[in-house]
Nanobody
Framework: QVQLVESGGGLVQAGDSLRLSCAAS????????MGWFRQTPGKELTFVAA????????YYSDSVKGRFTISRDNAKNTVYLQMNGLKPEDTAVYYC?????????????????????WGQGTQVTVSS
């Protein structure tokens, strides 16, 4: 089992940048594909970005493509989400999640229910 802890959220202005981190413990992070999701009050989790276990392939939602970058440092057991050009509509609680590296990740990386472990979330608030 892997434990995930997000950090790096905060209150910023539109156009600013933030870098979220997701630190893993308990198991080697390279055993897992990783994803970032976000959620606003009363809404379901929505996919933001995902990265395969060795960082070879990344995926992004259309709403963040070109602004956000997901990366990982398996030696540090950490996954990152660099968020540039933040907009008020990016305001949400951001969660990282781990998937036990199934071979068909490309078919479900955007599906929250498919992930096995979740962090507690970090709040990102973007003011206009």
């Amino acid at each position: 089992q892997v434990q995930l802890v997000e950090s790096g959220g905060g209150l910023v202005q539109a156009g600013d940048s933030l870098r979220l981190s997701c630190a893993a413990s308990g198991r080697t992070l390279s055993n897992y594909h990783m994803g970032w999701f976000r959620q606003t009050p009363g809404k379901e989790l929505t996919f933001v970005a995902a990265i395969t276990r060795y960082g070879i392939t990344t995926y992004y939602s259309d709403s963040v493509k070109g602004r956000f970058t997901i990366s990982r440092d398996n030696a540090k057991n950490t996954v990152y989400l660099q968020m540039n050009g933040l907009k008020p509509e990016d305001t949400a609680v951001y969660y990282c999640a781990a998937d036990r590296a199934a071979t068909d990740f490309s078919t479900y990386y955007f599906t929250a229910a498919k992930y096995d472990y979740w962090g507690q979330g970090t709040q990102v608030t973007v003011s206009s």
